[in-house]
């Protein structure tokens, strides 16, 4: 098995992506959606971050989180927020999916694939880059035509803070990086 490391900057932000196992099209239904709105303001509440960009597709995730200065654990945060949904999930009634013995030997559900994508953003080039690619997704991926289409990120969000048009998705950066973090 790989060693994997991952950068571990306090105060650092980072690029995820998180998929279901198998990708298994389950997270933008209403019961998943609504489960990891919960699970992921609890987790936030008690081991906070900031949420700069988000989008929910099917199969998988993609956000970027700025976290707290002198904390770069969002391994705990993770681990937190994938435990949480999957025991909701499950007593919710829904199914996992077909767990292999390694995965029954850790007593594992099928609802996530174990590890996540991590990226460092080194500099505001690589924020915009990442904030745009999470927002563009939809459109990358087939589901939509447009990204005003989508309904499941934080697009609307910087619509209405004035950083992207409502027509956006060409492939312009927003107009000021400087202004929406602060």
């Given at each position: 098995?790989p ?42 509440k ?35 927020i ?8 499950l ?40 904030f745009?690619y ?6 990358k ?27 956006w ?14």
């Amino acid at each position: 098995m790989p060693n994997y490391r991952r950068a571990i900057i306090p105060g650092g932000t980072f690029f995820f992506t998180v998929v279901t196992f198998e990708r298994k099209p389950m997270l933008t239904t209403e019961l998943s959606r609504h489960i990891l709105r919960r699970v992921w303001k609890r987790v936030q509440k008690r081991h906070p971050f900031v949420v700069d960009a988000v989008c929910l597709l099917p199969d998988h995730l993609h956000c970027m989180w700025t976290l707290p200065e002198g904390d770069g654990d969002f391994c705990l945060r993770w681990s937190a927020i994938k435990g949480l949904f999957t025991k909701e999930y499950l007593k919710s009634g829904a199914q996992d999916g077909i767990r292999n013995d390694s995965r029954k030997k850790r007593g594992e559900a099928a609802i996530w694939q174990r590890r996540f994508w991590e990226h460092t953003i080194r500099d505001e080039d690589d924020f915009v880059h990442h904030f745009d690619y999470i927002h563009y997704n939809p459109v990358k991926h087939g589901l939509v035509r447009q990204v005003k289409e989508w309904p499941w990120s934080s697009y609307f969000k910087y619509v209405h803070k004035g950083f992207y048009n409502v027509g956006w998705g060409n492939g312009q950066p927003i107009a000021d990086i400087k202004n929406m973090r602060e």
